[in-house]
């Protein structure tokens, strides 16, 4: 299914899935209640963990997460890319985007299907790895095809890159890697000794 019919679909609540650089992923857009619930009950993931806040570029993250120096360093460096960063979250997203101590996990996926999505979309969407809460990510599209055909709004056909889910680290008072992926916490703390 093609990136324009598939924005369509994510703009009128609908659900998708389409190859990252790292696995394959579930979208919906993120401030539309109905989709996110939607994303709960194929997932068969506890309403409280919230998912990931994926955005078209860099530039978009001050808008829903506060960000300092040192933050700026690490998002200059891996992003776009394997990294899902989670901060504080600024004031005004929707309650289900945010954990319960007021965090959002946000990513930039380098994969030019996920960010020509976006940016035809509008807006930022919820993007959980595609497989059911438990099982291991499905990384071509088959694999997602077969399992979840009936369950879903629209598949794009595509390759993933590394088959490897993003590093994700929480950035909120000290650094600390909750998922290790490509990107390693040596990677991160080398970053922030470097020279701008």
């Known amino acids: 299914m093609d990136i324009s019919k598939c924005a369509s679909i994510l703009i009128n609540g609908g659900i998708i899935a389409f190859p990252t650089e790292t696995v394959y ?7 539309d209640e109905k989709a996110y619930e939607k994303l709960i009950n194929i997932k068969r993931r506890p309403p409280e963990k919230p998912f990931t806040l994926m955005c078209e570029k860099t530039s978009d993250i001050e808008k829903y ?3 300092n120096d040192d933050i700026k360093k690490i998002i200059n460096k891996f992003m776009p890319g394997q990294l899902t960063i989670i901060l504080k979250a600024k004031p005004g997203l929707p309650p289900f985007v945010v954990s319960k101590d007021n965090t959002v996990g946000i990513r930039i996926s380098s994969h030019p299907i996920v960010q020509s999505l976006i940016h035809q979309v509008g807006k930022p969407l919820l993007v959980p790895s595609a497989n059911r809460s438990g099982e291991p990510p499905l990384v071509n599209y088959q694999d997602v ?4 055909e009936n369950e879903l709004d629209g598949i794009i056909e595509g390759k993933t890159t590394t088959n490897v889910p993003s590093t994700v680290v929480s950035l909120i008072d000290k650094i600390c890697v909750l998922r290790e992926g490509n990107i390693k916490l040596d990677d991160i703390n080398r970053c922030l000794t470097e020279e701008l």
């Open 25 to 31: 992923g579930f979208g919906v857009i993120f401030d």
């Open 65 to 67: 997460g506060y960000v």
């Open 145 to 148: 095809k077969n399992q979840f």
